[in-house]
Nanobody
Framework: VQFVESGGGLVQPGESLRLSCAAS????????MSWYRQAPGKERELVAT????????NYADSVKGRFTISRDNAKSTVYLQMNSLKPEDTAVYFC???????????????WGQGTQVTVSP
């Protein structure tokens, strides 16, 4: 199981970023996927979840209306479009299987390096 995140960077408040996560080592198309983030000194938190087919999406209240999760099963890739970024969105962003899936029991031990998002004036 492997996750490779990319697309982070330094942006100003109100700007946008699109994160990508390439997954491998498992049958991507049958599992729900999630984006998580971890800010300095804080625990990792769930940001957004998408079902295996992409038809169901859920978001943390803090990002609802600003972030959009999507996936391309042909490319084994999950995306996170982040608009109207705020300083409090600053964190390292990770993808992994959705909590509650049978895959997560194993994949929670295989986090990628994440991608740093910094929102600062």
């Amino acid at each position: 199981v492997q996750f490779v995140e990319s697309g982070g960077g330094l942006v100003q408040p109100g700007e946008s970023l699109r994160l990508s996560c390439a997954a491998s080592g498992f049958t991507f198309s049958i599992y729900g996927m999630s984006w998580y983030r971890q800010a300095p000194g804080k625990e990792r938190e769930l940001v957004a979840t998408i079902s295996s087919g992409g038809g169901s999406k859920n978001y943390a209240d803090s990002v609802k209306g600003r972030f959009t999760i999507s996936r391309d099963n042909a490319k084994s890739t999950v995306y996170l479009q982040m608009n109207s970024l705020k300083p409090e969105d600053t964190a390292v962003y990770f993808c992994n299987a959705a909590r509650g899936t049978t895959l997560y029991i194993q994949s929670k031990n295989y986090w990628g390096q994440g991608t740093q998002v910094t929102v600062s004036p």
